[in-house]
């Protein structure tokens, strides 16, 4: 069920060939990109936000494509300012005591601004920032029959034009085998081509952040990230230094001559030309520089094809292992004209598919073993001070990044998640000692690249968020669902459940009303409700969003435990605690999951965060199968969000979409579907909150695969359980269920004609297809057929 077109192959040898094949071929080619898996346009971006992405995990770029002043946007994903040893906030337990005991007294204005004072007093904010810029500055008169793509089953970014009455051609690729940025340009022009080369990186505030020079034929820009103090609280805040890079440009060329400047090259009448561009930090390497001296002059001695084709072999192993193919009419347009024209009502299946695979694209390109984890914006940031830090979000932001890994059978690109969440726990043990007096960690609602684990706001309702940690320890225990890993779950997934599980036992207080356990304080991420005195306010005692969260860190701890067969101190608490803990799941007067601990007026109904149905997604405590008419409460519950407004960001609309698949209502997931795009899609496909947020590319494609493919219902696969009828006829190759099962599917008129499972280990599931429950028993080594 692999589905390959003729043109991919075609594709595929025009890049492995020749200089010449490439440039006096590929024209032919621009009116019949596939619409599903190419990003083309007629003409080259103007603003970033047009520009394309290529990322090696670590070290990426976007490319403008510009045929006469190029300009490639680069970026690493550990340039961060440095971590500046503030130290925890004031707060201590006693503190603590005193915000619970004006929340049980019913003050919660008082208990909001306790909170803030004590517990939010720090303010630390630093934000990812950009590596600079690379500019090429061609000497080009005049330009036509311009094109620029971004295929993605190749990862290479290319444009082809006329300049002065020649054919140019530029390919880029970011390289993981090579940990390189490499640029080819080619022309059949007699005249070859004349350029200046040259690299800058924005001021911070006026002070210069980067130096440019030419060293041994080769180009250099060394820098340190620093972010300029600003005022808190009237004091003027010093400068913050941070890490430092090296970033390294070699060229290779044939035809014309090569001049080096102080600091720039310049080329002239050059036929043929190779960009190397390297880059280290001190946070990977302490000899950061001479790593990339050695690492230039070890790349550059390699050709560009060469290097092409080990990118490729490494990229498609990923990308490759899924394949989506929906029946549509395909689009000859490029990709901002199709945009647009969904905009104005038209349907589009190919663009729905092509950003199904695009969400897979930006994840292998920003998430790769021993890199950090997809930021904010994935690594792609044009900003000294980016929107909302380009951090992590640990409320819905980093998790929504990583919730399409394990179903599209990316397991391993959630490595460098794990790594991250280990190290902000390890910090965490110390804020939940001093500042909450409990075991365990805490971890904050948002941290940056060094993890610190204490919140950081100005206002309650954005810096309180207590269930952040045990959500993202659903990511762990997820992780081993999917891949049935057992040394993973003893030594990675159940020492961080166990830390995080200890700080909620501990965390937990008795509710004088009604004798039930449940976190105090306690709020519903980012939003707030009108307390008895008309003030809105966001601390409150058990909200819906915590609650729910502590119960399932409860429950997947005790579940690891027992398939490890640890028994403990801990186990037994927990195991008691688990049936004294409120759930979370409260049905308001009106028929709808409450919000919070009771009825309150809501500040904003239409708020961009569902929380309170968290344990029906991404969580499943609600299901059909357990509790069908909790179901229908989360089914109201979204309703009245999205009649007041809800889903009006990017990510917002992405959760919805998957909520709607939860739903088993593929319409109105798919409506959702021409929403975002409608609304919150940028001319390069990237996701706007706006502006940018990468974690509606990732939701979105998580979306779509819940259309096709659930099994969080213990022991129960759905196949195709959303499938809207825009979706009539397809397949889908290489989804991953729970149980380490790899599913494939055909469809014809809406319903399945072919379902293959396989499995590693024997096993038996019920499946659901075509509405009928089949026990599928499965064998190591076999793919068992469902229909015939």
Known sequence: ??????????????????????????????????????????????????????????????????????????????????????????????????????????????????????????????????MGDLFIDFEIDSTSNYRRWLNLETAVVESKFTADGNSVNQRAIASHPHDGIFIE??????????????????????????????????????????????????????????????????????????????????????????????????????????????HLHEVSEISFNELLEAHNEDYQELYNRVDLSIDHEQKTQPTDVRLQQVVNGADDVGLEEMLFNYGRYLLISSSRKGTNPANLQGIWNRHIQAPWNADYHLNINLQMNYWPANVTNLDELNMPLFDFLDRLIENGKQTARVNYGAGGSFLPHATDLWAPAWLRSTTAYWGASFGAGGWMMQHYWQHYLFTQNET?????????????????????????????????????????????????????????????????????????????????????????????????????????????????????????????????????????????????????????????????????????????????????????????????????????????????????????????????????IRILPALPDAWLSGSISGLKARGNITVEIGWKDGKAIDVVLSSPVEQTVDVIVNDKKIQAHLFPGENLQLLD
């Open 185 to 294: 340009y080619s022309t059949d022009s007699d005249d070859g081509l004349s350029a200046t080369i040259s690299m800058n990186r924005p001021d911070d505030h006026g002070h210069q952040t980067a130096t440019t020079f030419v060293e041994n034929e080769t180009l250099v820009m060394q820098g340190e990230v620093t972010q300029h103090g600003g005022e808190f609280k009237g004091e003027e805040r010093p400068i913050t230094h941070g890490v430092k890079f090296d970033t390294r440009l070699k060229i290779h060329h044939t035809g014309g001559e090569v001049i080096y400047h102080e600091d720039s090259i310049e080329l002239s009448n050059v036929q043929h030309l190779t960009i190397y561009l390297v880059s280290n930090t001190d946070f990977y390497s302490d000899d950061f520089q001479q790593e990339s001296r050695s």
């Open 488 to 716: 993973f779950l003893r030594e990675r997934a159940f020492p961080a459940m166990q830390e995080v599980a200890k700080f909620y036992s501990d965390w937990l207080i008795e509710d004088p009303r009604d004798g039930k356990l449940i976190s105090a304080p306690s709020s519903s991420p980012e939003n707030r409700f009108i307390h008895e005195n008309g003030e809105p306010v966001a601390l409150t005692l058990g909200s819906a969003k915590d609650q729910q969260v502590i119960h399932e860190v409860f429950r997947n701890y005790l579940q690891a435990a027992e398939i490890l067969n640890i028994e403990s101190e801990w186990t037994h608490k927990i195991s008691e605690q688990i049936e004294q803990l409120r759930s979370g799941i409260q049905v308001g007067s009106d028929g709808r999951i409450l919000e919070w601990d009771r009825e309150y007026e809501e500040f904003e109904p239409g708020h961009r965060h569902m929380s309170h149905l968290y344990a029906f997604h991404p969580g499943n405590q609600i299901t059909y199968q357990k509790t069908p008419e909790m179901v229908e409460a989360a089914k109201q519950t979204m309703q009245y969000r999205m009649e007041h407004g809800g889903g009006h960001t990017g990510w917002s609309r992405a959760w919805l979409i998957n909520l709607q698949a939860r739903f088993l209502d593929g319409n109105l997931a798919h409506n959702n579907i021409m929403l975002l795009l409608q609304k919150s899609m940028a001319p390069n496909m990237f996701d706007l909150h706006p502006p940018f947020q990468i974690d509606g590319n990732f939701g979105l494609t998580a979306g779509i695969a819940e259309m096709l493919l659930q099994s969080h219902e213990e022991g129960l």
């Open 1 to 130: 069920m692999k589905i390959k077109n003729f043109l991919f192959l075609f594709l595929g040898f025009l890049f492995t060939c020749n200089v010449v094949c490439a440039v006096d071929v590929q024209t032919d080619q621009s009116s019949e990109f596939d619409d599903s898996h190419v990003l083309w346009y007629e003409q080259p971006a103007e603003e970033w936000i047009e520009a394309l992405p290529i990322g090696n995990g670590r070290f990426g770029a976007m490319i403008f494509g510009n045929p006469t002043n190029e300009r490639i946007q680069l970026n690493e994903d550990s340039l961060w300012p440095a971590d500046d040893n503030w130290g925890l906030a004031d707060g201590g337990p006693e503190d603590l005591e005193k915000v619970r005991q004006l929340l049980l007294d019913g003050n919660n204005v008082e208990a909001d601004s306790l909170f803030v004072d004590k517990f939010l007093n720090k303010n630390i904010v630093r934000s990812h920032q950009t």
